[in-house]
C-alpha cells in the first residue's frame, strides 16, 4: 500500500526542526565549555582523566582481540547495513516511481490533444 504525498512530506518534515533542536544543544554545550569557568574546570578534568578511560578502553580491546572476539564485534554491524541499503534502494525505486507519475500528471495537466497548451 503506498503512501500518499502528505504522508511522505509529514515524514520527513522533521529533519529541519530536528537539526535545529541538536545545533542549539551542541551550540549551548560548546558555549558552556568554552565560556564559563566552570567548563574551563570540566574541560581540563575531562583532559586529565580521559587518558586513563582511553587507556582502559584500549586493554580491553587488546583482551578481545586476543580472544577473537572483534570480529564479531566489527562484522555485525556490516550484515545490518547492507540490509538498510536494501530496504533503501526499495523506498528509492519506489520514490522515482512516484515522481514518474506525477510528472506524467503534471505533462497531462499542462498539454491539450498531446500538444503544449499556447
Same mark, same amino acid.
Given at each position: 500500500m503506498g503512501k500518499t504525498e502528505e504522508q511522505e512530506r509529514h515524514q520527513h518534515?522533521?529533519? !529541519?526542526?530536528?537539526? /535545529? !533542536?541538536?545545533?542549539a544543544i551542541l551550540g549551548a554545550l560548546g558555549m558552556f565549555m568554552f565560556a564559563t569557568k566552570k567548563g574551563g574546570r570540566l574541560r581540563t578534568y575531562l583532559q586529565e582523566?580521559?587518558?586513563? &578511560?582511553? =587507556?582502559e578502553l584500549e586493554e580491553i580491546? *587488546? *583482551?578481545?582481540?586476543?580472544?577473537? *572476539?572483534?570480529? %564479531? /564485534? @566489527? $562484522? =555485525?554491524?556490516?550484515?545490518? %547495513?547492507? *540490509? %538498510?541499503k536494501e530496504s533503501t534502494k526499495e523506498?528509492? &525505486?519506489?520514490? @522515482?516511481?512516484?515522481? $514518474?507519475?506525477?510528472? %506524467?500528471? +503534471? +505533462?497531462?495537466? !499542462?498539454t491539450r490533444s498531446g500538444r503544449p497548451m499556447r
Open positions: 518534515g522533521g529533519g !529541519f526542526s530536528s537539526g /535545529l !533542536f541538536w545545533g582523566h580521559g587518558h586513563g &578511560v582511553l =587507556s580491546y *587488546e *583482551e578481545l582481540e586476543e580472544k577473537g *572476539e572483534t570480529n %564479531r /564485534l @566489527i $562484522q =555485525s554491524p556490516k550484515k545490518d %547495513r547492507s *540490509e %538498510r523506498k528509492d &525505486v519506489s520514490h @522515482i516511481e512516484s515522481l $514518474q507519475a506525477h510528472g %506524467r500528471n +503534471v +505533462v497531462r495537466y !499542462f
